[in-house]
């Protein structure tokens, strides 16, 4: 397991701009915005998930690949991807940050009247970098810690 980044006196303004990045990418996902979720990335950032083995099942490097994570959720009628917790410590000089995010996916579909929720506890590990646009994501490496297939309430049920 990797250890939580640590600091001593970090930059209020770096942690906030760090935590809003993780929450643009799960809005990104969850609205299904291809240009907002290839934005928080950098021209050459790369998107890798590892399964609870840890080997490596997916990377996707730059624009015209991290798009396919959006095309992968299309078989979801509904996500939510709320980051639950962030940490970020910044390198000295500024120029790159390393981050840890939780976030508890969920994966709604409807079908055949029924509602499930694959429900998919996930951590992040983030290295960023300082841009002229800001803060973005150079690599992040996803992994999912269980999965759940939970039946649920319909909207309007």
Partial sequence: MTAVPQASSPDPADELALRKLSERYALALDSRDREAFTGVFTADGVLVAYGRDGKETL???GPAEL?????????FDGLFHPVTAHVAVVAA???TAAGTALCGAHHYTEADGTATDLYCPVRYEDTYVRTSEGWRIARREVHVLWMDL???TAPGG
């Fill in 59 to 61: 990377r996707r490097t």
């Fill in 67 to 75: 798009v396919g994570e959006i095309d992968d959720l299309a078989a």
């Fill in 93 to 95: 000089g500024g120029g």
């Fill in 150 to 152: 939970r039946t649920v």
